[in-house]
């Protein structure tokens, strides 16, 4: 099977899934054929709105329909697609609008516009090849100002081509993309999936924790894809809120500990696959038999199903050796069809694409059945004491207190190349616990340099729009927890 481009992808799904349901929504639902006509629709009225080839067009809308025809016929028309929140801010929009130049800026509002009966639906994709960038995934930006990935072709439809033999998906199945389409995870785990293998794709313009199984049961989904802390919520759902369902699989990136994982499982009558990737690299890891019962393990790199290349693993040090079995390292991938850089970035493409190599910036090591454990971010790696401390670690020891739901741990400049460890500490409901008890607590789980000095209680932590707790949102507001 060689390598493909979007646009051959949606002809095949077309040719061989013609009648089967493509899109559905709670009151919609579109052929293939349809989805085809749409796509072609969008992609006329677009080039006669002067879009050309590699044009850049910014889209920032809530999952629908229309949101699909207009990302798909972006690049049918030779365009490059870059689907952002819709809730930013006005100052934010602006940002990326004078980061990425795009030709054409896109809001709710305009797809329907664009999505015309009028345009020609026949209008023959502009040429590509596979390992052209297909479109632009900006990253949250919770370091600095968001940077927009270049995703090629062949890393979606290889993606999609593979996504179900990683998690064990057999037969039909109906995806639901709850999580929002300027993700990664969306557009290359369910919509390129759907389109390769004539899946249906259940669309929701956001995620709700309150109405997750309501919804799941209404759209007669049989997998779902999940992120950060979405199946925590989920799981604090008062137990009246599940419903019995079609949904069976569950992917978590990342996943819940074993234990709780199992106990997840029982709950909701489900299977709960987890995994490790990036806009980067769509491929990353994914769990493997030895893995599942492995806290913070995230398996072994994932294959693609044509084999047409691997995607390889190395666990660096800071002076790019590999580590020994068991020693933390950076995780480093190396395929064809990983991100060939970031848009108008070409400092940062150096230093994260160094030697042929992409530098994820995630910590991490492998044990002796190969395996490979996540540990945290490299650059979030704690100096205390010449000691190389992983936040994740102290997360999950302060976590094991009953009245401990959720923590977030981080280094603080402490003078001498030295830091101090800060945890910002979130209590159960009825919780009751001080900051003298709760170090106490952690001296007896954690090596004395390990346990936070300081340790700050607040009643929530700030999540990124993919929910993921913001560290670097608490670093700066408590950098100098002293002061």
């Known amino acids: 099977m060689t390598l493909a481009t979007i646009p051959e992808l949606l002809a095949a799904a077309t040719e061989r899934f013609r009648d089967r349901p493509a899109i559905v929504t709670a009151d919609w639902s579109e052929s293939f054929a349809d ?16 879009l050309h080839i590699t044009d850049r067009v910014l889209i920032a809308a809530p999952n629908s329909p ?26 934010e929009i602006e940002y990326l609008v004078d980061d990425l130049q795009p030709r054409i800026v896109l809001r709710h509002e305009d797809l329907d516009v664009i999505d015309v009966a009028t345009a020609d639906p026949a209008v023959r994709s502009l040429a590509a090849q596979p390992l052209n960038p297909a479109a632009i995934v900006y990253t949250s930006g919770t370091t600095s100002r968001p940077k927009g990935v270049l995703v090629r072709h062949a890393a979606y439809t290889e993606t999609g081509r593979s996504f179900p033999g990683w998690i064990g998906l057999r037969g039909e199945q109906r995806l639901w993309a709850c999580l929002p389409l300027f993700h990664i995870n969306a557009q290359a785990y369910a919509l390129m999936t759907a389109l390769a293998h004539g899946f249906t794709l259940a669309l929701t313009p956001k995620f709700h924790a309150s109405t997750f199984w309501q919804e ?21 759902q008062p137990p009246g809120s599940w419903v ?21 499982e029982q709950r909701f009558r489900v299977r709960i696959v987890t995994g490790y990737g990036m806009s980067e690299n769509p491929f990353g ?5 030895t893995s599942r019962t492995k806290a913070h393990s995230i398996g072994s790199p994932r294959q693609p199903a044509s ?5 390889e693993l190395r666990i660096l040090r800071e002076d790019g050796a590999d580590v020994a079995g068991g020693e933390v390292g950076e995780l480093c991938f190396r395929n064809p069809v990983l991100t060939p850089g970031y848009w108008n970035a070409p400092e940062i493409t150096d230093a994260a694409l160094r030697g042929g190599w992409l530098h994820t910036g995630d910590a991490g090591y492998r044990d002796e059945d190969g395996d490979v454990f996540l540990t945290g971010r490299y650059k979030e790696m704690i100096r205390r004491r010449g000691e190389n401390i992983a936040p994740g670690e102290v997360e999950e020891a302060l976590c094991a207190n009953p009245a401990v739901k959720a923590a977030a741990v981080f280094g603080v400049p402490a003078g001498l190349m030295e830091e101090e460890v800060v945890a910002v500490v979130v209590l159960r409901n009825g ?7 709760l170090k106490t607590w952690a001296a007896t789980r954690l090596a004395a340099y390990k346990v936070p000095g300081t340790i700050i209680f607040r009643d929530s932590l700030p999540m990124t729009p993919t929910h993921r707790v913001a560290r670097d949102q608490l670093r700066r507001e408590y950098g100098h927890p002293d002061d």
Do not use: K
């Open 35 to 50: 989805l085809a006509n749409a796509v072609g629709r969008s992609a006329d009225s677009l080039r006669r709105r002067g």
């Open 66 to 91: 229309s949101l699909v025809h207009a990302w798909l016929g972006v690049i049918w028309a030779g365009g490059i697609p870059a689907a952002v929140n819709p809730d930013l801010t006005r100052p």
């Open 216 to 236: 799941a049961r209404q759209l007669e989904v049989t997998s779902v894809n999940v992120v950060g802390a979405m199946l925590e919520m989920v799981a604090a």
């Open 244 to 264: 019995e369902s079609r949904l069976r699989t569950i992917y978590a990136a990342p996943g819940p500990a074993p234990q709780q994982r199992e106990q997840l």
């Open 285 to 289: 890891c994914v769990e493997s038999r």
């Open 307 to 311: 084999g047409a290349f691997e995607n």
């Open 431 to 437: 919780g009751s616990l001080d900051e003298p008890t």
